[in-house]
T-cell receptor, first 114, second 111 residues
Framework: DAGITQSPRHKVTETGTPVTLRCHQTENHRYMYWYRQDPGHGLRLIHYSYGVKDTDKGEVSDGYSVSRSKTEDFLLTLESATSSQTSVYFC?????????????FGEGSRLTVL | LAKTTQPISMDSYEGQEVNITCSHN???????ITWYQQFPSQGPRFIIQGYKTKVTNEVASLFIPADRKSSTLSLPRVSLSDTAVYYCLVGVPRGSYIPTFGRGTSLIVHP
């Protein structure tokens, strides 16, 4: 299995508090992604990164920010959590260029915002 | 990005062959077709990828007609453990590829 670790795996927080989810990889893959998964919506891309300090928005980026200061870490921050951000968050990595683009996913982080 | 359309859900029984079709009418010349499988409480995992005709691996087969406007994932002799959501993605898996997942097809295999 690809070396991807998400933390925390479970978190309960209150509306208005900041939350940071961490994705750590040991594969040295260039591309990293954050998705959220909600019933009836499948997986939706929040943000992605194509290198250190290089990030871009996905389809549901409002209310989220990301940072990638090292190849191995991709952080997702909810500046002020809202109940609509209750979801399961998945991190994925990909080698991208020169490879078949296969995505490897973490085990997910379940976030509940009360 | 090419839009994909899949059935929302399918039911089958153990031992049967299951075919899940994905429509992608505006697929581009360089696009590949990739399928992922997701079990409950897990992240998706890659099953198979193809460009044209037929691809087979130890898990599934992928059939792509000449016009490439659709593709069919075939799971031979399914078991209960094949109960999962299956996603069809279309795109060029290189460089700045942005993998876009839809709702997928929820397959339930019955005893």
């Amino acid at each position: 299995d690809a070396g991807i670790t998400q933390s925390p795996r479970h978190k309960v927080t209150e509306t208005g508090t900041p939350v940071t989810l961490r994705c750590h990889q040991t594969e040295n893959h260039r591309y990293m992604y954050w998705y959220r998964q909600d019933p009836g919506h499948g997986l939706r891309l929040i943000h992605y990164s194509y290198g250190v300090k290089d990030t871009d928005k996905g389809e549901v980026s409002d209310g989220y920010s990301v940072s990638r200061s090292k190849t191995e870490d991709f952080l997702l921050t909810l500046e002020s959590a809202t109940s609509s951000q209750t979801s399961v968050y998945f991190c994925a990595i990909s080698e991208g260029q020169g490879a078949d683009g296969e995505l490897f996913f973490g085990e997910g982080s379940r976030l509940t915002v009360l | 990005l090419a839009k994909t359309t899949q059935p929302i859900s399918m039911d089958s029984y153990e031992g049967q062959e299951v075919n899940i079709t994905c429509s992608h009418n505006n697929i581009a010349t360089n696009d590949y077709i990739t399928w992922y499988q997701q079990f409950p409480s897990q992240g998706p995992r890659f099953i198979i990828q193809g460009y044209k005709t037929k691809v087979t691996n130890e898990v599934a087969s992928l059939f792509i007609p000449a016009d490439r406007k659709s593709s069919t994932l075939s799971l031979p002799r399914v078991s209960l453990s094949d109960t999962a959501v299956y996603y069809c993605l279309v795109g060029v898996p290189r460089g700045s590829y942005i993998p876009t997942f839809g709702r997928g097809t929820s397959l339930i295999v019955h005893p």
